[in-house]
């Protein structure tokens, strides 16, 4: 929907507060974040063959909705028992600021500082960890951030994560809880998501947008006359490198 259609609905809101919650990869980010730490994974030696195959399994039924999540997210976070945070945490830090924020969708930025102007409380709704959550949130000033966190107990990892995981339903379970304690009417508030797996989350606002969606959502959005949008990123080589964080 574009800006001014939203200022036209928000016009006529008068129930609550209004929050426009964002998805992250393929939505907020034109690329999947994913991907590209798989990439970097194998480029830096610390995943080998099977280990990316099977990242790149379950990065494919991710993508059309068919991943047994929690099962993965188990499995996952299980291999870091025992490991220190901060190396990791400074490791994906660095990572986003050199590969990663560059993709910022320029329309995503639009609508978020719109949304900003209208007085709704934004969010990051995600399926990601606290690692990549927090560096998007702070790039583009969002208080409020849903994702899937990792347990840590004095500095190190658990091999636990906070259940349910933020994906499918469980991003539903979040959100409400999210709109329980601020005061929020999920009936009038907006969701931005390219996945079908958010198909819950997105039924469950009154403001479903679909952004960049995957071949199922896709469908599923011109059967039910919901607009579809494209967000890009601007040109790479155009954009001005973020500089990291204490440097």
Known sequence: MPADAVAEYRAGVTAGRVAAFFDIDHTVLEINSGSQWIAYMW???????????RALAWLAQYRFGLLDYEAMATRVVAGYAG??????AAELEQWFHDDIA??????????????????????????????????VADALTIEHMLCTRIEID?????????????????????????????????QASFFYSDSYSDLPMLERVGQPRVVNPDPRLRKLARSRGWSIETWTAPPRDKTIKVQHVGS
């Open 154 to 186: 004095d500095g190190h990892f658990t091999g636990l994560y906070q259940r349910p995981a933020c994906y499918g339903v469980g991003k539903v379970h979040h959100a409400q809880a999210f709109a329980a304690e601020h005061g929020i009417d999920l």
């Open 102 to 135: 560059w993709a910022i969708c320029t329309e995503a930025r639009a609508r978020i500082e719109h949304h900003r102007q209208a007085g709704d409380v934004l969010v990051l709704l995600t399926s990601a960890t606290q690692f990549l959550t927090q560096p």
């Open 43 to 53: 480029r830096t030696g610390q995943m080998g063959v099977f280990q990316v195959a």
């Open 83 to 88: 490991r220190a945070v901060a190396p990791l």
